[in-house]
């Protein structure tokens, strides 16, 4: 494959992620910049603490699509791992890096995952499950994305055995790792807000 086909897969991809799905949903159907509610970041666990279950939904399901199908498209026509990997990786840098936003977005976390579930669903609902037990033993997202997100590295490699693809495991938990930066020094100075509605559960 030339690097024309390379570069044309990179920019496209990064464009569809760059759409900032969560601002819109809020500024056209809840009439309120999202930017400025809650923590300020465009995704759905915002978007849950800012416009409600039904918005956040529909954030979450955009987000994942936007990390899904670039990947899944690309491997309809080109089916090298090198190729899905950078269809992948792109749609969580656009997401995460918004030109539309100024180069501002979300912290990638349903992104990547829809994109894993393009590359080898079973590495995907493996990093959903360590999704789902962080955040269940803590209540606190962040902690959760941070676990399916290292997660997905060891589980890409078990089910799919392509460097490829492990590699863009290994650079979207880095990516994750570092727009989580603040949720870290958070967590360990005490102050990450959990999920509300499994703090009211605990």
């Known amino acids: 494959m030339s690097p024309a086909a390379y570069f044309g897969i990179a920019v496209i991809a990064f464009l569809a992620g760059s759409v900032p799905s969560g601002y819109l949903i809020a500024l056209l159907f809840f009439r309120i910049d ?33 990390g899904l199908l670039p ?29 539309w936003l100024r180069g501002k977005g979300g912290k990638g976390v349903a992104t990547s995952f829809g994109a894993l579930f393009a590359l080898s669903w079973p590495a995907a609902l493996c990093a959903v499950g360590g999704w789902l037990i962080g955040a269940g033993a803590t209540t606190f997202s962040s902690v959760g994305s ?43 100075t005490g102050q990450e807000s959990g999920i509300s509605f499994l703090r009211r559960g605990a």
């Open 71 to 99: 990947p899944l498209i690309v491997a309809a026509f080109i089916a090298i791992p090198p190729a899905r990997a950078l269809a992948a990786l792109c749609a969580v840098l656009g997401h995460c890096f918004s030109p």
């Open 146 to 188: 941070l676990l399916g997100s290292l997660i997905a590295i060891p589980a890409i490699w078990y089910f799919t055995r392509d460097g490829w693809l492990v590699g863009y495991a290994a650079c979207a938990a880095v990516l994750i790792f570092v727009t989580h930066r603040g949720n870290v020094a958070r967590l360990l």
């Open 34 to 66: 999202i930017r400025r509610r809650g923590s300020g970041n465009i995704g759905a666990m915002n978007a849950l603490r800012t416009i409600g279950t039904g918005g956040a939904l529909a954030v979450l399901v955009l987000d994942a699509l936007k």
